[in-house]
Nanobody, 123 residues
Framework: QVQLVESGGGLVQPGGSLRLSCGASGRSFSNYVMGWFRQAPGKEREFVAGIRWSPFYADSVKDRFIISRDNTKNMVYLQMDSLKPEDTAVYYC???????????????????WGQGTQVTVSS
């Protein structure tokens, strides 16, 4: 069992930056693929970024967001730069076991979820 707690959301102006953090409890943190998803009102939850040994991103955030992890602290981070109003959403941290066939770009490929943190980009 893995429990995830996000922090770091808030209100930021367009062009600004935020850093989200996610702390994980439980064993074998390094064995999980960690992901960030987001969900805007009236929309489906969408993949943002993931990492096991190397990062991978949705095209919409590539070159603006950076995902990283610290396995010694059971932490995963999402550095978000050049934020746009369309980045406004609730951001969720997730953890997925490495199973055959999983590509880790859809919610169904993850097993554990945090409660989410609101990110609002507005002037």
């Amino acid at each position: 069992q893995v429990q995830l707690v996000e922090s770091g959301g808030g209100l930021v102006q367009p062009g600004g930056s935020l850093r989200l953090s996610c702390g994980a409890s439980g064993r074998s943190f390094s064995n999980y693929v960690m992901g960030w998803f987001r969900q805007a009102p009236g929309k489906e939850r969408e993949f943002v970024a993931g990492i096991r040994w190397s990062p991978f991103y949705a095209d919409s955030v590539k070159d603006r967001f950076i995902i990283s992890r610290d396995n010694t602290k059971n932490m995963v981070y999402l550095q978000m730069d050049s934020l746009k109003p369309e980045d406004t959403a609730v951001y969720y941290c997730s953890a997925g076991r490495v199973l055959a066939g999983r590509m880790f770009r859809t919610p169904s490929d993850y097993d554990y979820w945090g409660q989410g943190t609101q990110v609002t980009v507005s002037s």
